[in-house]
């Protein structure tokens, strides 16, 4: 049975999907230097120095009490620059081939005119046999809140229902932002199509991850400070093992007392993180580390980039039978990239009925989980 689609809205917004990138220039590098200013001056600063000025959502640029920024780092490139200037203002980031936002996340949705979808999904929830068709029917509900993440965001009340109609039909009626039904509409698409994807096998480090692990494993510094200021002390260290440093701001930093002697660097860099508060020391590669409040330690620090329509892509991928699907995507949301699934316009799940694992992600998610898949798991 194939699926029927009818749609109901004012209008359908034209979206398109390509993986355009946006020119920010991978050649440029940007050296910050904003203590306690505010994220208009950090703007200016990467705007300078890199020919492309992010725009500032009135939600970031009218936040009370306005954040300050503290940011003292030397040639930064210009996406990880991008990273730390949103990290370091408390927002996210949108980076599109129209330009560079800076965001606190989907306010752009928020005002936008809804319409509804209606399909038959019989085919898609599977219940060829009666007695299957409640389990069959939870499975897919659990697909759909995975897709509908970001629904939920602006319509708590009303998201989804799947309906049962007397001829035995269900219907899925959901409601969505019209910018993004062609993405809902090709995701359920998907659930019926074939998967395709080519082999791929697990991958290492990139080799800036790796030197970073190497310079924090080898790297010593000596650690003698009294009552000195947190710029003064993360400028000298930088000077000794030549990384820069950023921190979650948790108000006026403090003066720094610590002597330790000759350290590992991992070791300075832990010691100073909890002087000020802080959790942990999280990697960003290719020459810096962040103190986190966050209990993330030696990790990736997650992404502050927020997806956006024509940087998502939806895939669909046929796995071998035999494999566990399910148990794979739920692995995948907390090791495969791990931020991006926390960004409600991406998902992973797996569709039971066509055997089809379903990922809405950007490019370079969508690799990561070609190569977790590995070879073998994957149908030619």
């Excluded at 070791?267 to 962040?290: D, F, H, Y």
Aim: proline share 7%; with cysteine; hydrophobic share 45%.
């Amino acid at each position: 049975m194939k699926l029927c689609l009818l749609i109901f809205s004012g209008w359908l917004a034209a979206a398109a999907f390509a993986a355009e990138t946006p020119v920010l220039p991978a050649t440029k590098t940007v050296t910050f230097s904003v203590w306690g200013g505010g994220v208009n001056e950090a703007v200016s600063q990467f705007g300078q120095q890199t020919g492309v000025t992010p725009l500032v959502s009135a939600v970031v640029s009218t936040a009370a009490p306005p954040p300050k920024v503290f940011l003292s780092a030397l040639n930064l490139p210009a996406e990880q620059a991008l990273e730390w200037l949103a990290r370091a203002a408390g927002c996210h980031y949108r980076l599109t081939a129209g330009g560079v936002y800076l965001t606190t996340g989907y306010e752009w949705l928020k005002d936008r005119r809804y319409g509804v979808i209606i399909r038959n999904v019989e085919t898609l929830v599977g219940s060829d046999r009666p007695s299957d068709r409640a389990e069959k029917l939870t499975r897919f509900a659990r697909n759909i809140d995975e897709l509908m993440k970001i629904v939920a965001l602006f319509e708590p009340l009303y998201r989804y229902r799947l309906e049962e109609h007397a001829d035995g039909q269900i219907k899925l009626n959901a409601q969505v932002p019209a910018e993004l039904k062609p993405l809902f509409m090709a995701a359920l698409t998907a659930l019926e199509t074939s998967g395709a994807a080519p082999v791929a096998v697990a991958t290492t480090p990139a080799p800036a991850e790796q030197a970073l692990i190497d310079k924090l494993n080898a790297t010593k510094v000596v650690v003698n400070y009294r009552q000195r200021p947190l710029r003064e002390v993360l400028a000298d260290l930088r000077t000794q093992c030549g990384l820069n440093i950023g921190f979650d701001a948790v108000g006026e930093p403090p003066l720094v007392t610590m002597e330790l002697g000759e350290v590992n660097v991992q070791v300075a860099l832990v010691a100073v993180a909890k002087q000020i508060g802080l959790r942990s020391v999280e990697m960003s590669a290719p020459n810096g580390v962040w103190l986190s409040r966050e209990k993330r330690q030696w990790q990736r620090f997650p992404s502050r980039r927020q997806l956006w329509v024509d940087d998502v892509e939806v895939k669909c991928y046929g796995v071998a039978r035999g494999f566990d699907g399910e148990k794979f995507a739920d692995w995948a949301r907390q090791n495969v990239t791990p931020d991006i699934w926390r960004d409600p316009l991406a998902s992973i799940f797996y569709h039971a009925p066509s055997g089809n694992l379903i990922v809405v992600a950007p490019p370079p998610a969508q690799q990561a989980v070609r190569n977790a898949l590995g070879k073998g798991r994957i149908k030619n």
